[in-house]
């Protein structure tokens, strides 16, 4: 499986600032996507990044609010902005390397809103 | 209705024990299918993939049934380093993965 490492691995930040996360694979990738899980929940999918395009977001999270890039098929970035304590989670990475379904996760990043 | 729902738990059970967790899902149109594993505090690590056929890997057994729509996974001979959450996951056609709240399994000496 890929090797992925994302930064920050944790921040602390008030309110009204945003805060970008990265996200690298350690070999090319045909899909990346970011997930949020709040504390005591499940994942849940924010977006599939696009090598190239725009962001596919999911129900309920939009483009102002989490802003991703994906400038190649090895790197993307994730930001929150305009943060409020309700965005207090972790934020975490997945890659899906080849033909098959499988997806990996990165480490994630513990983001704490005050 | 939650698209994937699981037994919450949490398993008490001794080592050696057989334990069986239980999983369904809504969306018929489900295409792959995967048992993850999350330790506390850590990022969820894929188990294994789970095949109409069954599969079986080491002590760990997971079955699909497309009919009803219900996954299971069995560990047998429990050990102390299996205690974590699992987690059901179901993935549709554009490979986006739906997860299960998880059942945390804690397996006690």
């Known amino acids: 499986s890929a090797v992925i490492s994302q930064k920050p691995s944790r921040d602390i930040c008030q309110r009204g600032t945003s805060l970008t996360i990265q996200c690298q694979v350690d070999?090319?990738?045909?899909?990346m996507f970011w997930y949020r899980q709040q504390p005591g929940q499940s994942l849940t999918l924010i977006a599939t990044?696009?090598?190239?395009?725009?962001?596919?977001?999911e129900s309920g999270f939009v483009i102002d609010k989490f802003p991703i890039s994906r400038p190649n098929l090895t790197f993307s970035t994730l930001t929150v902005s305009n943060m409020s304590p309700e965005d207090s989670s972790i934020y975490l990475c997945?890659?899906?390397?080849?033909?098959?379904?499988?997806?990996?996760f990165g480490p994630g990043t513990r983001l704490t809103v005050t | 209705r939650k698209e994937v729902e699981q037994d919450p738990g949490p398993f008490n059970v001794p080592e050696g024990a057989t334990v069986a967790f239980n999983c369904t899902y809504s969306?018929?149109?489900?295409?792959?299918f995967f048992w993850y594993r999350q330790d506390c505090r850590k990022e969820p690590k894929l188990l294994m993939s789970?095949?109409?056929s069954g599969n079986e890997d080491g002590r760990f057994t997971a079955q699909l049934n497309r009919a009803s729509q219900y996954i299971s996974l069995l560990i047998r001979d429990s050990k102390l380093s299996d205690s974590a959450t699992y987690l059901c996951?179901?993935?549709?056609?554009?490979?986006?993965?739906?997860f299960g709240s998880g059942t945390r399994l804690l397996v006690r000496p």
């Open positions: 997945s890659v899906k390397p080849g033909h098959s379904y499988e997806q990996y």
């Open positions: 070999s090319q990738v045909t899909m």
């Open positions: 990044a696009n090598q190239g395009s725009e962001a596919t977001y």
């Open positions: 969306n018929s149109a489900s295409q792959s």
């Open positions: 789970v095949y109409s």
């Open positions: 996951v179901v993935g549709d056609s554009s490979y986006k993965l739906i």
